[in-house]
């Protein structure tokens, strides 16, 4: 009788929060009554907790879903979702709450989504800029002042900016949110938008290092971002089709390069790929900003499939630990790809681990101790995806048996002082031209 009654309480319990959530907007009050009720019934399976707080005090929820909700497991990467960043910016708010009701309820039913959750530990922070939200009393399909925090700044303009120094006073919201990369181990991430139907990649800035003078600011990743945007507008209903929103903006594949599309400083998702070591890309939902709760259902039904797809992207490429001659995490050690050197290198976390998104193919990984000789491995990866695990490769270091020191990168514009060595080493490559030449004449 004990088992039977439990199972009841269980199915009424699921009963509820499924029930709870309707195609509607869920002011603060509603969505954390929903996510405490989706923990409640999921207790195993989410980890719900804040990551800070707004101007006007709300708090920042994230739930955190996987096998290892509470804690991170080495080998499982992390993936996040996050939204409404822009507060009247509101379709991404309320799909993501019903990615969660999928994902809980999909669990050990659907043998997809319970491999997902098993090899991959998801974030979702359904807004950023609750006190936004809040203030947009009057839907609308354009601007509103619910845009900005309650401060009046526009959150995706206020994080540290590589290309060129950025004076917005950086606002709580924007604190909890670099505090948070910086404790996570985050691989890859989106921001979901609205305004635009589009996916928009890396870089949102540039200068004549990443070649924006030809309208094109490239990383040096920038295969892996157009894949990336790729997975989500082709698993879309239809951003694929690249129609835009009117006649005048179109996006061929339902992609752009964000510098392409219109310059901006103080972007997170360049934020969170030069200094969080996080490949995040940016989702334009909706032509309409604040659409009509009515329209929701449809923007679930047509965002469901690219959601799933592109959480899957996380486990690309490559992936191991880097570790001494006694088998000790070696955190702070330098792993990249040759040829795609970072601005702010990529090194390992506390546990001496390394992820690294890359498409199929061959590569030597260079693996580097500060002090000591660098390690090169070639590696052939494969598509590994439907494996939901990237290729594993360790590296070990005999002659280290010291744990690396504390490494950190300068939030400074790190791509304006590389622009400004490129234009410095030029009158030296053209005087040794010079040099040469007289020399062929004279002989």
């Not at 006190?131 to 900005?148: H, L």
């Not at 693996?367 to 990237?390: C, H, Q, R, W, Y």
């Amino acid at each position: 009788m004990r088992a039977a009654a439990g199972d009841v309480v269980g199915i009424f319990c699921l009963f509820s929060v499924a029930a709870a959530l309707d195609f509607k907007y869920h002011h603060t009050e509603e969505l954390e009554a929903y996510l405490k009720g989706v923990h409640a019934a999921y207790p195993s399976l989410t980890h719900l907790h804040s990551i800070g707080r707004s101007v006007e005090g709300r708090d920042l929820w994230v739930l955190v879903l996987g096998r290892f909700p509470t804690h991170h497991k080495i080998g499982i990467p992390e993936f996040k979702y996050v939204a409404n960043m822009h507060g009247d910016e509101t379709v991404g708010r309320e799909i993501l709450l019903h990615l969660i009701d999928f994902l809980v309820t999909s669990y050990r039913r659907d043998p997809v989504i319970t491999r997902l959750l098993n090899n991959t530990r998801i974030h979702i922070m359904p807004t950023m800029n609750p006190d936004g939200f809040e203030a947009t009393k009057v839907p609308d399909c354009y601007y509103t002042r619910g845009r900005y925090n309650k401060n009046g700044e526009d959150l995706n303009r206020n994080f540290p900016d590589a290309f060129e120094n950025n004076n917005a006073s950086i606002q709580p919201e924007t604190q909890a949110v670099m505090n948070w990369i910086k404790n996570e181990t985050f691989v890859l991430s989106a921001n979901l938008h609205g305004g635009a139907l589009v996916a928009s990649y890396t870089f949102d800035n540039g200068n004549s290092v990443t070649g924006s003078l030809k309208g094109y600011s490239r990383s040096p990743d920038d295969d892996v971002f157009i894949h990336l945007a790729k997975t989500y507008s082709f698993n879309h209903a239809s951003m694929y089709k690249g129609m835009g929103c009117d006649s005048r903006q179109t996006f061929p594949e339902g992609i752009t390069n964000g510098y392409s599309w219109y310059q901006l400083e103080g972007g997170m998702q360049d934020y969170n790929y030069v200094w969080g070591q996080c490949f995040e890309i940016t989702l334009e939902l909706s032509c309409c900003k604040y659409p009509p709760a009515d329209q929701l259902e449809k923007f679930w039904r047509d965002n469901k499939a690219a959601l799933i797809e592109y959480i899957k992207q996380v486990h690309l490429g490559v992936k191991g630990q880097v570790t001494d001659r006694n088998g000790n995490p070696i955190p702070n050690a330098i792993v990249e790809a040759k040829g795609r050197p970072h601005v702010c290198p990529y090194r390992t976390n506390e546990h001496g681990e390394y992820f690294l998104l890359l498409l199929p193919g061959t590569y030597v990984i260079n693996a580097t101790v500060p002090g000591f000789k660098s390690m090169l491995k070639t590696v052939e990866i494969p598509d590994n995806i439907s494996n939901f695990s990237a290729l594993k490769q360790d590296f070990s270091f005999s002659e280290v048996s010291i744990r690396s020191r504390a490494a950190s990168c300068p939030k400074t514009p790190l791509y304006q002082d590389l622009e400004r060595a490129s234009a410095a080493t030029k009158p030296t490559l053209h005087i040794w031209v010079l040099m040469t030449v007289m020399l062929v004449i004279f002989k």
